[in-house]
């Protein structure tokens, strides 16, 4: 029989080597962690297979805190996180896209010593016409008490993840993680209900051959992005590009760790600071984007040196291969693109 190996199984494993390598005891706490995340998503993906036939697709009539139509699957994978997690005691607060406050247990600082920070299903708005859609989640520490407060937590640097983390819901479904060790993938193997390792170090292309971003929005692009976008279609970059854009930001942001290239949510005049949310969706992919070798910003630095102000702060996000980040931090700053 094929060996395979499971993501909780892959999660001891890193742990071991944590354990050998830094002598830290990394407790079985993160992985009880995780699974409490992989369950929550193995719920959501089975609704979601079967969305059409049970009348779950449609608004669900209430709004979320965004003011967007809640969609019935939406409030299903809220549910389905909230409830999963909350049950375990080494969680301090949940931090969701779908809840203006963060949901906090009154666990002391010894037993509740993570914050999972999680959109429960992005790209909602493609759920009616059957398009990938996604979840995304990041963990912090609690910092101690006498550190800083739960809030203050919450609302810590980006590079202070101690994971971060997506599913995919496809053609297949993938659990793409990193916690810090480098980025792993995992196919959903529907036979046994397990995610199985499908992807060992997964790095991202040095360049790649697609952008991917809005254009609709370009008149209200700051020009230099405009610019940026010409060269590429001019082949400055030596080769010619070609345009994907899903419009579900964990299927776009999968395709480029797979294959390369750049994904750019800019500055637009409807959202001058950004459409994508800092916490919840850049912070968790620009921790998996630098593991695999990429680069996150958001137009001006790096994702995961923002300081945070408010747990749903939007950000602008450019993401992607290192050859085309350098060449759009160059376009950014003025300077010529080498
Ligand atoms: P636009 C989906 O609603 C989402 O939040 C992300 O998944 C996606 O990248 C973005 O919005 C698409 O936004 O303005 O291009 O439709």
Redesign the pocket.
């Known amino acids: 029989m094929a060996m395979i190996t499971t993501v909780q199984q892959h999660i001891l494993q890193q742990q071991q080597e944590l354990l050998r390598s830094t002598g830290c005891e990394a407790s079985g706490t993160f992985s009880w962690l995780l699974s409490g995340i992989t369950l929550a998503t193995k719920m959501i993906e089975a609704k979601i297979r079967s969305a059409g036939l049970s009348d779950v697709l449609g608004a669900a009539g209430a709004e979320n805190v965004q003011g967007e139509q809640q969609q019935k699957l939406d409030v299903y994978a809220n549910q389905a996180l909230l409830h999963c997690l909350g049950l375990r005691d080494s969680v301090a607060a949940l931090v969701s896209e779908e809840d203006e406050q963060p949901v906090t247990f009154n666990r002391d600082a010894e037993t509740g010593r993570y914050i999972i920070v999680f959109d429960p299903l992005?790209?909602?708005?493609n759920i009616d016409v059957n398009v990938n859609v996604g979840t995304i989640f990041s963990v912090l520490r609690r910092m101690p008490a006498e550190l800083g407060t739960l809030e203050e937590s919450i609302l810590q640097q980006g590079f202070r993840q101690v994971a971060a983390g997506y599913v995919v819901y496809g053609p297949s479904t993938v659990l793409v993680y990193t916690t810090g060790n480098g980025v792993h993938g995992f196919t959903l193997d529907p036979k046994i209900g397990a995610f199985v390792l499908s992807h060992e170090r997964m790095q991202m292309p040095e360049q790649g051959s697609y952008y991917s971003t809005?254009e609709a929005?370009a008149a209200g692009w700051p020009q230099e992005y405009r610019s940026y976008l010409a060269m590429l279609r001019d082949g400055g970059l030596g080769k010619a590009y070609s345009s994907r854009y899903i419009?579900?930001?964990?299927a776009?942001f999968h395709r480029t760790l797979l294959k390369g290239g750049v994904f750019l949510?800019p500055p637009t005049a409807k959202q001058p600071k950004g459409?994508?949310r800092l916490l919840y969706e850049a912070n968790p992919l620009a921790f998996i984007a630098e593991q695999a070798g990429g680069v996150a910003t958001n137009g001006a630095g790096r994702i995961l040196d923002i300081r945070p102000e408010g747990i749903h702060q939007r950000t602008p996000l450019c993401v992607g291969s290192r050859r085309e980040m350098e060449a759009l931090t160059a376009t950014l700053s003025g300077a010529a693109v080498s």
């Open positions: 992005d790209g909602s708005s809005n929005n419009g579900s930001l964990v776009d949510y459409k994508l």
